[in-house]
C-alpha cells in the first residue's frame, strides 16, 4: 500500500502559537498547567491550562471578523491557517478536512452566549471552518470521545488509501468550559494541583485547551523536516464499561497489537511511546497493564498531560505532533509530573530529557466507552 | 415503526397526531422486541435508539459469546446534544447547581458504540462522525478500508440521529459476502425508502 504521511503541523496553546515555540518550551520543562479560582467556571479551585481569549481575539482579528466566530472556532482557524499556508496545496475536490472534537462549540449553550443555540451542532462547526478556507469538501467531523484526534489520522489515512483524497487536513480542540469542568468534577476526577501521571501521588486529571493541525498526505514532495510515515494503525473497544478502562487494559492492549501487526514490527522495535497517562488512578493503572502484556515494559514512555493537561479531542493530534518534533531532537522528554513509580507493573517513565536516536514511536490514547487507538509513526530517513 | 429488511417488526399509532413519543416507543419496541438487559434502562435516549437498532440487526447474527469482530461506524447530526442540554440544565443556575456523572458520561455520541460493544462483545474499531444529513459515501468508504485492512470482518454502519421530538436509526450490516451490492447510491436509496 503506498505510504501516508504526517507532514506540516501546528500547535496554538499558552506555551506557543507554533509548535516549534511550544515544543521548545517543553524542552525546558516549562508547563502550560496553572491554578484557578473561578465560581463562574468551578465553585471550587482547579488546575488547567487556558488560552487568553483576549489573546486569541487580537490574533484573529489580523484574519477575519471576531464577532462571527466562536472562541474554539477562532482558535480552530488560526491553527488550521498556519498548516494550510505552509503547505502549496491547492484546495480543491482531493483535498479533505476532518475535524475532531469531543464537544466543539458546547459554550454557546449558556444563558449569557452571543451565539445562537445552533452553533452547538457539530456540522455547523465544520461548516464554518469549510467555508473560512473554501475546501471544496464537506468537512467531516470525528467525535469519538478522547481518541479522537489520534483517531483523526487513521481515519485520514483510510481515506487517502481508498482513494478518495490525495492530501487530508485535520484541525482538532476543545475548550475548558463550565460544561467540561463540572461533569469531570462530578466524576471526581480532577486534581487541584498540576497532574502527575503514572506517580503514586496522583489524584486525577487536569483539563486543558488547544489547537492542533496537522496535513495527512500521500505526497513525498514538500513534506516538513519532522514528517513520519504511518507505519500502522488500530482502534479497539474494551466491551466492559462505558466510563471506566478495562481492568486487564484489554482494548488498549489489541489495538497496539493489530497496529503492530499492520507495521510488521515488534514490540521491542518501538523505540519510544507517547502514551495517554491522564493520571487518573484506572486509567494510569491500565496502561501499565496493557503495556506489559505486550512486553512493552522497557520501552520509554511519557505522558504530555502535565504540560497541556488533558485536551480531550485534540490530545491525540497535539501528543502526535510533540512526538514528530521529539524524533526530529532525538530526545525522550520527560514526563512532567512523575517521580516515583505508582502503577502495580513496571513501567519506563521518562525522568529527565535524555537523547536517544529514535526512529519509530506509538502514541496511544483511551477513552470513555471503552475505546482504545493506537498509531505507530516511523521517521523518514532521507 | 421498527422494521428489518424492508418487513415492519413492531408499529405503534401515535396517540396524537405527529411524533411518537421517544420513550413511550422506545420502551414499547424494547418489549415487543423481547430485548432482556437491564443495563439498557441506565442509557440515555441516543444510546437506546441505537441499542436497539444495533440489537434487531446483531441477534441474527448468531454472534460468539466470547468475543466478535465487527466494527461500528456510526454517524448522526446532533451528536449527544440531547443529553448535552440535560447537563447544561443542571449547572445553568448556582443555586440548583447539581452535575450527575451518570448524565455527563452520555454527554459524548460514542458512548452508544460502547454499550453495543459490551451487550455483544465487540472488541473492534468504534468511529462516530457527525455530518449535515446522512452522508453515504463517507461511511461507504470507511467500512471498505476496514474489510480490506483486515481490521474488521463486518462492519455495522449507519445513522442514529436524536434531537428534542424528532429521531431516526438506519443501520445496516456489511460484509465481504451478500446480496445487496454495499455501494453509495444503493446505500441512500434504502435510507431515503425509510
Not at chain 1, 480531550?312 to 520527560?334: D, P, R, Y
Not at chain 1, 513509580?341 to 483511551?366: D, E
Not at chain 2, 455501494?183 to 434504502?190: D, G, N, Q, S
Request: charge should be negative; proline fraction near 2%.
Amino acid at each position: 500500500m503506498a505510504k501516508t504521511f504526517v507532514s506540516h503541523n501546528n500547535i496554538l496553546s499558552n506555551l506557543g502559537f507554533d509548535s516549534e515555540t511550544v515544543v521548545e518550551n517543553i524542552s525546558k520543562g516549562k508547563s502550560g498547567l496553572e491554578k484557578f479560582d473561578d465560581a463562574s467556571l468551578l465553585p471550587e479551585p482547579f488546575c488547567a491550562s487556558m488560552i487568553s481569549s483576549e489573546v486569541i481575539k487580537s490574533e484573529f482579528n489580523k484574519i477575519g471578523d471576531t464577532s462571527k466566530y466562536t472562541k474554539l472556532e477562532q482558535m480552530l482557524i488560526l491553527s488550521l491557517k498556519k498548516v494550510v499556508d505552509a503547505t502549496d496545496i491547492q484546495l480543491n475536490e482531493k483535498v479533505g478536512l476532518i475535524i475532531s472534537t469531543t464537544k466543539g462549540n458546547i459554550d454557546v449553550l449558556e444563558k449569557q452566549s452571543n451565539f445562537p443555540e445552533s452553533r452547538a451542532y457539530l456540522s455547523e462547526l465544520g461548516k464554518t471552518i469549510q467555508n473560512f478556507f473554501g475546501f471544496k469538501n464537506e468537512a467531516i467531523v470525528l467525535s469519538n470521545a478522547c481518541v479522537s484526534g489520534v483517531l483523526a489520522i487513521s481515519v485520514a489515512k483510510s481515506f487517502i488509501s481508498e482513494g478518495k483524497y490525495d492530501h487530508v487536513f485535520i484541525t482538532s480542540g476543545d475548550l475548558v468550559t463550565k460544561f467540561i469542568l463540572s461533569g469531570f468534577n462530578s466524576f471526581q476526577a480532577l486534581s487541584a494541583e498540576p497532574c502527575k501521571p503514572y506517580d503514586k501521588n496522583r489524584v486525577g486529571i487536569n483539563l486543558g485547551e488547544v489547537a492542533a493541525s496537522a496535513l495527512v498526505t500521500s505526497s513525498e514532495k514538500n513534506l516538513s523536516q519532522e514528517a513520519v510515515a504511518i507505519l500502522g494503525d488500530a482502534t479497539c473497544n474494551d466491551a466492559n464499561h462505558i466510563s471506566g478502562p478495562s481492568r486487564t487494559g484489554e482494548g488498549l492492549f489489541r489495538s497496539v497489537k493489530s497496529a503492530l501487526k499492520e507495521a510488521n514490527l515488534g514490540a521491542s522495535q518501538i523505540d519510544y511511546i507517547s502514551a495517554h497517562g491522564t493520571a487518573t488512578p484506572f486509567n494510569d493503572e491500565m496502561e501499565a497493564i496493557a503495556f506489559n502484556r505486550l512486553g512493552m515494559e522497557n520501552v520509554p514512555l511519557n505522558s504530555l498531560k502535565g504540560y497541556f493537561g488533558h485536551t480531550l479531542g485534540a490530545s491525540g493530534l497535539l501528543e502526535t505532533i510533540v512526538g514528530m518534533h521529539f524524533m526530529k531532537k532525538n530526545i525522550l522528554f520527560s514526563s512532567k509530573g512523575f517521580s516515583d513509580l505508582g502503577v502495580s507493573k513496571i513501567i519506563t517513565i521518562i525522568k529527565n530529557n535524555t537523547p536517544k536516536n529514535l526512529q519509530i514511536f506509538l502514541k496511544t490514547a483511551s477513552g470513555f466507552g471503552g475505546c482504545n487507538t493506537a498509531v505507530i509513526f516511523g521517521k523518514i530517513n532521507n | 415503526m421498527v422494521s428489518l429488511n424492508g418487513n415492519v417488526l413492531f408499529s405503534e399509532v401515535p396517540i396524537t397526531i405527529g411524533a411518537e413519543d421517544f420513550s413511550t416507543f422506545i420502551k414499547n419496541a424494547y418489549k415487543f422486541l423481547k430485548t432482556d438487559y437491564s443495563k439498557f434502562f441506565k442509557m440515555d435516549n441516543l444510546s437506546k435508539l441505537a441499542f436497539l437498532a444495533a440489537d434487531v440487526l446483531l441477534k441474527k447474527e448468531n454472534l460468539n459469546e466470547e468475543e466478535n469482530n465487527i466494527a461500528l461506524i456510526f454517524s448522526n447530526k446532533a451528536s449527544s446534544l440531547d443529553t448535552d442540554r440535560k447537563h447544561q440544565a443542571a449547572i445553568e443556575n448556582d443555586a440548583e447547581y447539581f452535575p450527575s456523572p451518570a448524565v455527563f458520561v452520555y454527554t459524548l455520541p460514542n458512548i452508544c458504540l460502547g454499550e453495543i460493544s459490551i451487550k455483544h462483545r465487540l472488541y473492534s474499531e468504534n468511529s462516530f462522525f457527525i455530518f449535515d444529513r446522512f452522508n453515504a459515501e463517507h461511511l461507504q468508504l470507511y467500512a471498505n478500508s476496514l474489510l480490506r485492512s483486515g481490521k474488521a470482518e463486518k462492519v455495522l454502519c449507519g445513522w442514529v440521529d436524536l434531537d428534542e421530538n424528532s429521531y431516526d436509526a438506519f443501520l445496516y450490516l456489511v460484509e465481504k459476502e451478500g446480496e445487496i451490492e454495499h455501494k453509495t447510491e444503493e446505500i441512500t436509496r434504502l435510507y431515503n425508502i425509510l
